[in-house]
């Protein structure tokens, strides 16, 4: 529930993607968000209003002369106790209009007389798109301060294939939610590792772990929601980069070594969440291994760089965060490892059940003391323990 206790206008032209328009007041609805629709008649040639009627439990507005408005003032009512008015689809011809003032129906004259943020996603042709008339557009709607979300690139309804796409709804949705969140890291340089790694026996065997580099994920999204410039070393798995993350995938703890020392120097924050292998295979072979050739293949291990240990000790280095993962005596063995690798923060999560959750318990150590955080999911301590790095580092 990230948008909870939001209040959005969601302004919906007439364009294709205004069916994507359903799905994204479902969830943002989802999120907590109470979302108010108002559609320009061109929206409602592609969805009815009561779709939208049926998905945000209100009545929708089309018309400036709506008489369900008893001050007929529908353009101020509606909008003075909004967050936000988000666009979305917003067309060309609105992105137009928006730019000159104009009031020629109840969206646009929200627009005009509203007293909050504007966001828009646009979604048109990608000819339309790039027309400069649009470019220019543009300019002058971001020169407003209007956030401009998108718009995506592919394959559009006229078979065409181009920049111009709408964002998909779940996009648009974590834009909002980053939209909201506090700032807390605005301006600085956060590095996170995450994930497992993967250590060779053979071209195509080897050691690794059951991370599945939720948390980290969680993490880097956070900290970018919180204005950080983030930049994610990540280990082999699943997901896609959150929006707005620089990521580098890597395989091995020595990639990721690289990796993330070719960066420490320039972050502001290092955050290791990832579950590094502590050794790697010093044999590993370059052609698979035969089981026929002759006996049981000797597997010799050598020790991988510790790499928060190696980022701790850079002379002006950034500020660390640390992570352990243990099944029994945490705050000995957390505090052990923070004092080992010299480190102002780690947090410790007691893994009863493996690896891979939605959820985690974190319980943060640090020279102040010792700060368990209930039990959550993974995205809303992250949220948390961004918000415990920001105020350590003097930043909120
Ligand atoms: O990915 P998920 O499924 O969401 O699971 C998340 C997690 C449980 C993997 C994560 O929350 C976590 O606890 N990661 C650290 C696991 C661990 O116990 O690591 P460690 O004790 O080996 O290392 C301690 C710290 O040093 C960690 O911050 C680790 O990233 C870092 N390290 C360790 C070894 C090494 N060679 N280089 C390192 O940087």
Redesign the pocket.
């Known amino acids: 529930m990230e948008l909870q206790g939001k209040s959005i206008v969601l302004g919906v032209t007439g364009g294709i993607a205004a069916y994507k328009a359903a799905e994204l007041v479902r969830l943002l609805r989802k999120q907590g968000a109470d979302v108010q629709v108002a559609m320009t008649e061109g929206a409602t040639h592609f969805v009815t209003p009561t779709t939208f009627q049926a998905l945000s439990g209100k009545p929708v507005f089309t018309d400036q002369w709506d008489a369900r408005m008893p001050n007929a003032m529908a353009h101020i009512d509606l909008s003075r106790q909004a967050d936000c008015i988000l666009v979305a689809p917003a067309s060309a011809d609105f992105l137009a209009r928006a730019v000159q003032g104009q009031a020629d129906d109840l969206l646009a004259t929200m627009v005009l007389a509203r007293d909050c943020p504007l966001l828009v996603a646009p979604a048109m042709n990608r000819q339309m798109w790039e027309n400069p008339a649009t470019r220019r557009n543009v300019a002058q709607l971001l020169a407003d301060g209007v956030s401009i979300l998108g718009p995506d690139s592919g394959e559009q309804a006229c078979g065409e294939v181009g920049a111009g796409r709408m964002m998909e709804p779940e996009e648009i949705v974590e834009s909002m939610i980053a939209f909201f969140a506090a700032k807390v890291l605005a301006g600085k340089k956060v590095l996170l590792?995450?994930?497992p790694t993967f250590e060779a026996i053979d071209p195509v065997r080897g050691i690794t772990n059951?991370?599945?580099?939720?948390?980290?994920y969680a993490l880097a999204r956070a900290a970018r929601q919180a204005g950080a410039e983030v930049t994610l070393v990540s280990g082999p798995v699943g997901f896609a980069a959150p929006q707005g993350v620089d990521r580098i995938n890597v395989r091995s703890?020595l990639d990721m070594h690289r990796a993330v020392m070719a960066h420490a120097g320039k972050a502001d924050i290092f955050i290791?969440?990832?579950?590094?292998a502590?050794y790697r295979v010093a044999n590993s072979a370059e052609h698979k291994l035969k089981k026929d050739s002759g006996g049981i293949p000797p597997i010799e291990l050598i020790e991988?760089?510790?790499?928060?240990a190696e980022v701790a000790a850079l002379p002006d280095g950034p500020f660390c965060v640390?992570?352990?993962?243990?099944s029994r005596n945490l705050e000995e063995y957390a505090q052990t490892?923070r004092r080992k690798?010299k480190i102002p923060l780690i947090?410790g999560?007691l893994?009863q059940d493996g690896?891979?959750g939605d959820d985690?318990r974190l319980v943060l150590f640090d020279d102040a003391g010792v700060h368990p955080l209930a039990p959550a999911p993974?995205s809303v301590l992250a949220r948390q323990l961004i918000q415990h790095i920001a105020h350590l580092t003097g930043n909120n």
């Open positions: 590792t995450a994930g059951l991370s599945s580099g939720r948390m980290g703890a290791a969440v990832a579950a590094v502590d991988n760089p510790d790499i928060l640390g992570f352990a993962a243990e490892k690798k947090a999560n893994i690896f891979g985690n993974k």
